[in-house]
Structure formats: C-alpha cells, structure tokens
C-alpha cells in the first residue's frame, strides 16, 4: 500500500464513543472490582463480535489525547500502564469484561446509539504492544480501509478486532486468579478466572477475512524489550539487543496469529506505517533486496512474549499447525509473497526511461526465481529486462550481460537448454572481448556455461 491519508475530522460517532469513555470511566472510579467477572463466559459477547470502527478508534484517540496526549503512549501502556488511571485495565476493573463489551453496557443502558462503533470484526489487527502507540494504529487501519474499499473489498461499516480492546486484560493479567482455586481441584472455578483464549482467537478469525499485519517498522534498528523469549529452553535476550525490522515479526503472539490466519484461509494485508507508506516506493526501489532480507529473518525461536505465561498458550497451538519450523516458514512465505507483489506492482509503475537504470526488475525477478519458486514471473521481468538493456544500453553493457547471465540461467533452470546456451555463450563472448581473460566478469560467465553444459 502506498495509499496516505489526510486526518478526518472528528465526526458524531467520534464524540458518541468519548461520551461512552468518559462515562465508563466515571463507572469504574464509582465501582469497587468485583469477585468474577459480572457476566460468565457462556454469556459474553462473542469475541467475533466486539470489532470496533474507525469512528470508535478516532474518539478512542481523541479521548486519550485528551488524558495527556496518551494517543502517543505505547499500547502496553495503554493496556494496563503503572500509575495510568485511564488504561484499558482500570476502565474495565469493575466489569472484568473487554473494553468493547463495557462500552456496550454503558452504551445500552444510556441509550447511546453504538452500531456504527461496535459490530462483526471483519479484519484481524496484529501488532506489537511495544512497537505502536493507539494514533499509529487509527492512522494504519485507516489507510488499509481506504485500500480495501478501493479494492471494492470493504463493507460499511467496517469492524477491525484489536486485541486490548476486544479480551478482558483484567482476566489475562491475572486480576481474578485466587491460590485456592486450582486447575486440578476446581477446573470451572480455575476458568472462570482466566480469558478464555482458544474461544477469543477462534471465534475472532471465525469472522474475519482479512489480517491486518502491522509491520513497522519496515527497516530500522530499535531496541528489543527485556521481555522472555518464546522458547522457554533459550536464555533471556541480551540488553542492550537491536532487533530490526517490524516489530510484529519478533513478537510470539504475532507469528502465532500471521501462521494460524493463514491456516484458516485469511487474506493478509501488510499494513505499514505512515512514514514506510511515504518511502515506499522508494525504499522498493533502491532497497528491495535489504527489505527482503529483513522478511527472511524472521524466526519464530527467537520470538518474545510479554508474560512467560504466554507460551502455555502459545506453543501448544504453535505445535498444533506444524511447530516452530512450519509457523517459521508459513510467516516467510506469506511475507515474501507480499513483497513480491509489491516488487511487482512497482516494476509496473517504473517509467520507461527508468527501467534500464534501476535495480527492481532484477531484484524482484531474482526473489521470485531463488526464494518462491516462481520462474515463469521471473521470466517476463528478465526477458523486459534484457529488451530493455540492449536498447537502452546496446549488447555489450555491463548492466545488460548482468541480464543475459539471469536470463541464461533462469532458462537452464526451465529446463530449456537450447536457449539457455545461446545467451551465456553471447555473454561470455562479449566477456572475454570487452574485460579480457582475467577479470572477473568473465571467469563468471565461464563457471555459468560450464554449469550448463
């Protein structure tokens, strides 16, 4: 996506969804924490069900801003910040419910209209609680809105499931949780104190298609969180450790959620950062190849999570869709599959006076041939690629025996011998000719005939 969109007034709905956060708020510093949760699980809102809007999310933002600009916080401190007397945590402490299903309640029993906020969660959010803040998150669903409904993909209005907004973070902080009351001697007692997750995240792709996968940042370097690793077996990370790229790729819960959404046979949307979506193309342009190599690094072993607790859930269901190599290898594939796209997509944009300069079209058809497996679309951008090159820059060009080299192996590798042999013998030629015996162009050109034949 290279679609930036302008900021939106606020709209009615905007101010509906602050009225109903101030009143919820003004609830929980009334309302002292109750024993269990008001309603049991069997009678919550299905988590399918608690989406929120883009209106919900701009009051949402509105409103924190309003808190001491919190819209700018991260959203673990959002979540349940120390000292944050507006976090999701403290507004939900009387309920014991998600922040969507208590917005609910108020919005029921003071006759707030609420069907434009709250509804069917059609696209699945995943993001790292450390790596966005509640502004960066409007902003990315709002601009993979805008791509869906040009698309003709989007209904209004559009619901997105977030997961600090649409799980009790009371339940899954531990809030409810009593010594007495074990797994073993008291198993329903035991669940009515804790989230039910396998019912949260089936039930939220249940009725998504789409997975918002939030990758910000796109390059970079930043300083990884103190935080376990996913495999209890390996040792906590070093500090200081700079992780780069997306945050979403290094987090457990994300790779888990990218591996499974793709199971069930969800769309992925890389949904990138506003200041990623404005270098885009650039950074396609001139540093395809460093962006690919940052998607090939991703690694569910050296995955994190916030709480160690974490991996009870997640390894389980980790294992259950084939372990850690599979979600590994599910996460790259999808992710070399957008990248190739956009590779693609970009290719198509290139001016035709820019096309013998740049570096894309070869980046792109190599990642298509080396890392998906897809010779044919390798093929057309090598071919353009070569036509290009002896046009613009005539037969014996560097730039345009880098193509016959790619060309001529791409055709080895199809199996088509004849032709394959036909470019690295020109290529070779031309080699020996304009670089001599020696350089080392030409002992290339030699070891890719030898190959061949």
Known sequence: SVHVQEQKPSTQ?????????DALAAD???????????VPHAQRLPSGERGVSLDALRGLCDWLKRKGDKHLAPMGYIC?????????????????LSLVESLRRVAEREGVPHADLFGRGRNFFSYSWDGSTPAALCEAIESALADKAAEGGAAAPEFTWIDILTASQNLLGGVYRD???TREADPEGHAAREEDVNGMIAGALEAASELFFFAAPLLGAWDAPAHAMLVAERARPPQPWRRRGPYPMTRGWCLYELAKALEVGLRLRVVLSAADRAGFE????????????????????????????????ILPQIEAIGGLGAATATAQAALR?????????????????????????????????????DLEGAEALFREDLRVGREVYGDRHQSTLTSMANLGNLLKAMGD??????????????????RGDRHLETLISIGNLVDLL
């Open 28 to 38: 929980a510093a009334a309302t002292p924490t109750p024993a269990l949760p008001i």
């Open 179 to 181: 010594p007495a009351v």
């Open 13 to 21: 709905a905007d101010a509906r969804m602050a009225r109903l956060l």
């Open 80 to 96: 349940r910040g120390e000292g944050f007397d507006h976090s999701v945590c403290k507004l939900t402490a009387h309920t014991g």
């Open 282 to 313: 650039e950074m396609l342009v001139w540093n395809f190849e460093e962006i690919a190599k940052v998607l090939g690094e991703v690694d569910a072993r050296t995955a994190q999570v916030t709480n160690a607790d974490d991996r009870r859930y």
């Open 417 to 434: 011998l004849v032709a394959a042999e036909a470019l690295l013998r020109e290529a070779l030629e031309v080699a020996w000719e304009v």
């Open 337 to 373: 599959r957008w990248l190739a796209d956009a590779g693609k997509a970009a290719v198509a944009r290139l001016p035709a006076a820019e096309w013998a300069a740049s570096a894309l079209p070869n980046a792109v058809g190599l990642l298509l041939k080396n890392q998906m497996g």
